[in-house]
């Protein structure tokens, strides 16, 4: 069993920066691709940024240019550093990670950007 612990959630203004923490445990932990997914009201989830084991990125339209995610395998941790926030990027953040087969998300962190 895997499970994520995330942070860094909070409420700030056009134009600002946070940055979300997601840490994984668990026993023989080998993990492969973590990601990170949002929710907005009334929306589905979406993808927001990928990363491989090896590190190689992608991310959503959206947020190209503004936000980077990164991991630190040997912390077993992943982070998106989001820069230049707007009104739309309002929304409940999710970690995702890939072990073997299994996806295993966090317990979701709010981000609320105003204008």
């Known amino acids: 069993q895997v499970q994520l612990a995330e942070s860094g959630g909070g409420l700030v203004q056009t134009g600002e920066s946070l940055r979300l923490s997601c840490a994984a445990s668990g026993s023989r932990l080998v993990i492969n691709t973590m990601a990170w997914y949002r929710q907005a009201p009334g929306k589905q989830r979406e993808v927001v940024a990928g990363?491989?084991?090896?590190?190689?990125?992608n991310y959503a339209d959206s947020v190209k240019g503004r936000f980077t995610i990164s991991r630190d395998n040997a912390k077993n941790t992943v982070y998106l550093q989001m820069n230049n926030l707007k009104p739309e990027d309002t929304a409940v953040y999710y970690c995702?990670?890939?072990?073997?087969?299994?996806?295993?998300w966090g317990q979701g962190t709010q981000v609320t950007v105003s204008s």
């Open positions: 995702n990670v890939f072990a073997g087969p299994t996806a295993y």
């Open positions: 990363i491989t084991s090896s590190g190689r990125p």
